[in-house]
């Protein structure tokens, strides 16, 4: 139990790290194809969608503080729940804002990748 979430904690700061620097390839890497993911506005948000926002610099994410960090092992992967202090400039706006990660972590062919998501506004 604990060696899962070391490895989920470990991914989950490779994704942050990807995401501060905008590193596309590393975000291809640990995002599946066929990822569901909920975004701010209620949205279904697809992987190519994600990484052209970083690849075009449309999103450039400046902070991500991790508050509060939880994993739930389940069978063939992880459930992370993630408070954030974040911060970004979207469409040449700054904002910050305190957000709830919920991803799914799943391990295929011993490599992890985000199969699923959701992300909230925390109050």
């Known amino acids: 139990m604990a060696n899962i979430e070391s490895t989920i904690r470990a991914m989950e700061e490779r994704l942050w790290k990807a995401q501060l620097s905008a590193d596309v390839e ?3 890497d640990l995002i599946a194809d066929d990822l569901l993911f909920t975004g701010l506005a209620g949205s279904l948000e697809t992987k190519a969608a994600d990484l052209e926002q ?3 610099g449309a999103l450039k994410i400046t902070k991500l503080d991790p508050v509060e960090f939880r994993v739930r092992p389940i ?3 992880a ?3 993630v ?3 974040a911060a970004a400039v979207l469409a040449g706006k700054p ?3 305190t957000l709830r990660y919920t991803r799914v ?3 295929e062919n011993g490599r992890w990748q985000i199969a699923g998501g959701h992300m909230s506004l925390v109050p």
Do not use: E, N
Request: net charge neutral.
């Open 54 to 56: 970083h690849r075009s």
């Open 79 to 81: 459930v992370t729940s």
């Open 105 to 107: 972590w799943v391990s």
């Open 75 to 77: 069978p063939g992967g």
């Open 95 to 97: 904002t910050t804002a």
């Open 83 to 85: 408070k954030m202090d």
């Open 26 to 28: 590393a975000l291809d």
